[in-house]
């Protein structure tokens, strides 16, 4: 049985946008017969990284700190065969994902190879994951608002030498509550995504652009979300 994690990174938890679409895209990979568990970020105690090194080079492996990622991280990433990130845009990472993904460190074994242009390391042995794939939502029109996530979501999978399955990208995602049909044609597309990386072992574009695709014009979001603060502003004075 494939074994999936997926880590929330959003400040929302089960609330949030980036929930509702984990929610459903986790769904279908249980339907593909994975098993799938969540952590939430947040729900964490988890200290910064202080860049140590001594998980490279003194007790390899080990962090100095001992905390939930000892406790309930680590344990669960070396167990997953599937490891979905869930991060909305938050300039660019919510704090506490950027955290916990700052403090991966001791799952990487720092084995360089120069592969492609590019300084490469691997997971250690005894960390099954073989494949990442990134959920993020954002509030913002255009889909490149998410670009920054996605960018950092590809380089891990490269520098960990493992594969990046996809990315599942919801732009303007809280407007999906003022379109209800696009909104469940976009959560249907999202289950039926992760149904296919389970299967097939990929997802496939045409997919991926129906869970993207834009829910209402440009010039109307842009014109709400204007209106929105010139109230608030209004208010103010």
Known sequence: MTRVLAINGSARMEKGQTAKMLAVFLQGMEEAGASTDIIYAKRLKIRPCVGNFQCWFEKVGECIYSDDMQEVVFPKMREADILVL?????????????????????????????????????????????????????GWWEKDNLSAIVKFAEDFARDASIEFAGSVLRPHAFWMSEEEEKEREVLDATKRAGFQLVKEGRMTAELLDIISQPLVSENELREWYNAAYGRAKKGLD
Request: net charge positive; hydrophobic share 45%; charged share 20%.
């Open 86 to 138: 869930a991060i909305p845009v938050y300039f660019p990472f919510p704090g506490e994902m950027q955290n916990l993904l700052n403090r991966l460190m001791p799952l990487v074994e720092p084995i360089l190879e120069f592969r492609n242009g590019r300084t490469r390391a691997k997971f250690h042995d005894n960390v099954n994951i073989s494949k990442i794939a990134l959920v993020s939502t954002g």
